[in-house]
């Protein structure tokens, strides 16, 4: 798949979706990512944070935030 060959091309780690996901979700999803990872949290933690704070909010469902995993060096 594609992760595949953006590893070979060099990229250490990624954050991927496996499906087909929500814009406003995502942009939800990914300024928490970056806020955490601002904050010195390695990549997985902060993708892990990021999912857990979308909980109990209109985007708390996992279809919104549960496509995101970490290929590669999760630090």
Same mark, same amino acid.
């Given at each position: 798949?594609i992760?595949?060959q953006? =590893? /070979? #091309? @060099?990229v250490e780690?990624?954050?991927a979706? &496996?499906?087909k996901?929500?814009? $406003?979700g995502? /942009? &939800?999803l990914m300024e @928490?990512?970056? %806020?955490?990872?601002?904050?010195n949290q390695?990549?997985a $933690? #902060?993708? =892990?944070?990021?999912? #857990? #704070? &979308?909980?109990?909010? $209109?985007? !708390?469902?996992?279809?919104y935030w !549960? %496509?995101?995993?970490?290929? @590669?060096?999760? =630090?």
């Amino acid at each position: 798949g594609i992760s595949a060959q953006f =590893r /070979r #091309a @060099g990229v250490e780690t990624l954050v991927a979706s &496996m499906w087909k996901v929500d814009d $406003e979700g995502t /942009r &939800m999803l990914m300024e @928490g990512f970056y %806020a955490n990872l601002s904050d010195n949290q390695d990549v997985a $933690e #902060a993708l =892990r944070a990021s999912q #857990a #704070a &979308m909980v109990g909010t $209109e985007f !708390g469902h996992p279809w919104y935030w !549960g %496509a995101f995993v970490v290929v @590669g060096d999760w =630090r």
